[in-house]
């Protein structure tokens, strides 16, 4: 993986603060507040037109929209971008950033977004053959392939660094969408079927063995099982079956997507990411039934070793265990981001935990544009109390300071320690009524100091370090950020905090807290 350092100092670019990676936009780091539009949305800058404010009303900061390959080359070599041009203005009006979707050679799988030019010629664009049949998949085992995507993924990026260099609205670009193959375990294609048999890249070996330790659990056991062999064919070194297919196909993605990447990086050096469609974790399905080959957690190691112009491997996370996804994105100084992920009540809690607990760059629920009435929603109301946090988020990222989390009846209680305190926070409890959901963030901003926003919890304090035993706590303001300063709004000192005993914020709406403690005996 890459640190972006970018030789215009001020284009988007990604640097570490402590444990976290931040996405740097105009010389300040950046939370993406974001939403993606459905797939054909931006293909149509009329259509575009009554969106744009209802994406304002939802709170966003940034809009994920789709490019497509067809659409800038439609004949080869002749590049359009009025519709990226619109996009960018469209943009700027409404004050929002935006992150491109390169929908390329892929798109959840297949070529559907490749120009026709592309897909007619199918003896100088070879096609995957899945399941008995040549698929509309372009191999990434042919160079013809990538070759053509990467022209015309530079042809963009050095289109946007012309356009946009002066104002930063491109803030990232995702190569590709979901990529992988569906209904078989590997393209079996005669390229394929040469590589499969061929040895494994003595630089894929080199990196296994160079990472042996940090390496995911199934990729090691299964190499390991092999005998941790240096060198042999993919069956060899890994053993036979679809979880190696899986693990073949995701080295030529990488491989087939860095390229792209790399050109794409020449011509204008903002970060860029991949997403992945996540497997539906039943004993029954096997790679193929999710695109094998994608970025997915058992294969991340792949993607990290062939793929290094490639900034932030990401999950669209469709599925439960938000949670367990998150972890399985942050191992070997993966950052976080979620490009999709649902913008229902759930999703709407969900961003406090990733924002909170694993210093995400930012979210982005999908589909956000046929939400019918954007301001009225959970979405909305999150988003809103996170902008007024954002400034504070990003200050404390990476330096142990923050926590994020999520509760409900099954799961009421967490611990988390921060600011020399360990904090215990439950689901909570007013009288006769008990909150069944609770979520939230909470910064450790000054010595005995806290902020936290959310709905649903309480929090009780432990101390860390030597001194008094006991807790109290000291104040409980409600308030407000205006421009990232703390404007106190009501003392909370009484039933609000249980007259001194916890710290609680009700389930009736997202309430911004300022907590202050003090130790006593
Ligand atoms: C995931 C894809 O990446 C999106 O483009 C979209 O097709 C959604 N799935 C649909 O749920």
Known sequence: MTTNVNDGASAPYLRRQGTATQLVVDGAPFLVLG?????????????????????????????????????????????DFTLVDGLLRDARSHGLRLILLWFGSWKN??????????????????????????????????????????????????????????????????????VGVLGDSRDRSGLAERAFAGPVPQELIDHLAEHREALGEELRAAWEGCGARRSGTW??????????????????????????????KVAYDIPLFVNAWL???????????????????????????GAPHIDILTPDIYEPNFEEWCRRYTRRGNPLFIPEMRFTEDGARNVFYAIGQ???????PFAVDSLPDPSNTPLARSYAALRQVAPLVVAHQGQ???????????????????????????????????????????????????????????????????????????????????????????????????????????DRGISIQRCSVYRYE
């Open 400 to 506: 142990g300071a923050m926590a994020g989390f999520l509760l409900d009846l099954a799961h009421p209680k967490v611990t988390r320690q921060i600011g020399g305190y360990e904090l215990e926070i439950a689901l909570d409890e007013i009288f006769i009524f008990k909150a069944e959901i609770g979520y939230g963030l909470i910064v450790a901003t000054g010595p005995d100091t806290f902020v936290g926003v959310g709905s649903g919890f309480k929090v009780t304090f432990r101390p860390l370090t030597p001194g008094p035993a006991i807790v109290g706590i000291a104040a409980v303001d409600e308030g407000v950020f205006r421009d990232g300063a703390w404007v106190p709004g009501r003392r909370l000192n009484g039933d609000e905090s249980a007259q001194g005993v916890a710290w609680r914020f009700s």
């Open 279 to 305: 497997s539906h974790q039943r004993p029954e399905h096997i790679p193929g039934d999710w695109p094998s080959g994608g970025p997915l957690p058992q294969v991340l190691d792949l993607w990290l070793a």
């Open 35 to 79: 939403g993606e539009l459905h797939n054909s949305s931006s293909s149509s800058l009329d259509y575009m037109q009554p969106i744009w404010e209802r994406m304002v009303a939802l709170n966003l900061n940034t809009l994920l929209a789709p490019v497509s390959w067809e659409l800038i080359e439609p004949e080869e070599g002749r590049f």
């Open 109 to 178: 799988g297949m070529s559907s977004y490749a120009p026709l030019w592309v897909k007619r010629d199918t003896a100088r664009f070879p096609r995957a053959r899945l399941a008995g049949k040549t698929a509309e998949v372009l191999s990434t085992l042919a160079e013809a392939n990538w070759q053509a995507d990467a022209r015309a993924f530079a042809a963009l990026m050095a289109h946007l660094r012309r356009a946009d260099a002066g104002h930063h609205t491109v803030i990232m670009v995702q190569v590709e969408n979901e």
């Open 235 to 264: 069956a060899e070194l890994f053993g036979a079956g679809p979880e190696t297919d899986e693990r073949f196909m995701a080295w030529h993605y990488a491989r087939y997507v860095d390229h792209v990447a790399a050109a794409g």
């Open 358 to 364: 694993h210093d995400a760059i930012g979210t982005s």
